[in-house]
């Protein structure tokens, strides 16, 4: 799986350095340049993007801007020529922050962090489906036929509309990488469809024939969220 | 023209107070002398006022003409001649004024000593109001010479344009090269200037032509830079960094935006004067505090030439416009 990258920077001569070093880190896929925050936005509306290289002062719409603007962050580089920004950067989960001009070793080293970031989780999204690690395979599995997860210890179970898998992950994993507005955690072990809950009791969340079970500190956000 | 109006008018409020206060003075001093009768006492009253008033206007214009205009200007020897026959003439005048036919030795004397402490009470005045002057200019001078290796050329300038030489190199281009000597010339340029009090006018112009070079590379192809220049010494001697704030104003707050953009600057010297222009977009969503920037170059502007520039800032629509003239080149 290459890790999908964009650059956003105000200044065209930072973009060739970019493009350089993407270019010689085959891991990489570069899906865009930008010169502003609000073009970049634009992209990924359409776009699925794992990494992004940022600058943070640029007209109209600064770094720290844009990423208060995203619903779902990726993994973030921060690419600046000031050193004042590297405390606020913490606050917004940057993987590294990097001072221009930037060495490739230097540029290497934080790529190298996403990788394993990367490596760690059981797939990634993309439009509509999620791309899963299966017996050292990726399956793509569209969202519309994910009834739901259930996990069993190291493992967590995809049950489809025609077929299960088994993929080496934990619930939270999982969780972290689906959509909020398409799936609910329910229980400690269990992450549904929405669009597939036909009822919701005190209790349970019926999917089909299957009753699921609610856990004693979900009730309340299920409850809540499910109403909506 | 505010500073020169400013000027004025603060002259004439000092010249009346001193002489309401010269009359009120004397008509105290005479009020223990006279006794009694109300007739004499008011022709005894309009003699004073009378006195005080010619012996004033004597005294203003020993100052502001004589002194001022000669002494203090370089020709004493103007001065030297003219004095002499000036007061006798004023005295003579005088004393026809007063009706006193008789007296001409008398007043003479008296507008002498008179002359003599109006002169001393001026020059003090003078020399104080120069000394302070000086304090506050040297003042700003030094706070300058930080400023210009903190803020002028600012850090993060510096790492723009070395990341931006560094992606020509990167790609074997040699217009890095050409852009390291502009870099070392904008560096030095900070360095050494910044020690000096005036510098050809030619160095200042090159320093922010090199600027604009940098500024080019960092906005690419959304900023079209207009800059004419037309001089008619250049090596006439101005004071570092005078009109390089404004054009970094410009490019600051034209630069704030995502669609494309046009600065303008012309720079006009002739044999009367200096003349820069700049002209930018302005974002009002973005950029609250455009002139904020440019109070430090505004002070220097006014203690260096208080009665002979003139500096017109104004937002005109979306345009933020700069107008500055500089007459007589004075250094």
Known sequence: ?228 | MPVMKRKTTNFIIRTLAVYVGLIVISFLYDFALVESGGNVQYVKFYGVAKWTTLTYAWIVFHNKVLVTQLLLNGKKIYYALLVVPAIAIYAWLFQYAMGEVDMYRGTITSLLVFTIIGTAIYLAWLYIDERSNFFQLSALKRELEIQQLKTQLNPHFLFNSLNNIYSYNLKNDTYGNDLILKLSQLVRFIVESSKLDAIPIKDEISFIENYIAFEKERLGTRCEIKFVKDLSDPERRIPPLILFPFIENAFKHGSNTIRNFLIEISIDQDAKQIRLFTKNVIYPSVSTSTKTGLTNIQRRLELLWPASHTLDIKTKGEYFIVDLVIQGHAN
């Not at chain 1, 934990?170 to 469809?193: A, C, G, M, W």
């Open chain 1, 1 to 228: 799986m290459r890790i999908r990258v964009m650059i956003i920077d105000d200044e065209p001569r930072s973009h060739i350095i970019l493009e350089d070093y993407i270019e010689r880190i085959p891991e990489l896929q570069l899906t865009g340049s930008f010169l502003n925050a609000i073009s970049a936005h634009e992209h990924l509306k359409t776009n699925n993007v794992d990494l992004i290289f940022l600058d943070i002062t640029m007209p109209e719409v600064d770094g720290f801007s844009f990423l208060r603007m995203l619903d779902h962050q990726p993994h973030i580089i921060i690419i600046t020529a000031h050193s004042e920004f590297a405390l606020e950067s913490y606050e917004y989960n940057a993987v590294d922050y990097l001072k221009k001009p930037v060495s490739f070793e230097r540029f290497t080293k934080a790529v190298n962090k996403v990788i394993q970031q990367v490596d760690h989780l059981p797939g990634r999204l993309t439009t509509g489906q999620i791309e899963l690690k299966i017996d050292r395979e990726i399956k793509t599995i569209p969202f519309n036929t994910i009834r739901y997860f259930q996990s069993l210890g190291n493992y967590i179970k995809v049950i489809t509309e025609h077929q299960t898998y088994l993929s080496q992950a934990t619930t939270q994993d999982i969780e972290r990488l689906l959509p909020r507005e398409l799936f609910i955690r329910i229980h400690k072990s269990y992450i549904v469809n929405r669009s597939k809950i036909e009822k919701v009791n005190e209790d349970t969340v019926t999917i089909g024939t299957i009753h699921l079970p609610i856990g004693k500190t979900f009730k309340k956000y299920v409850r809540d969220s499910v109403a909506k």
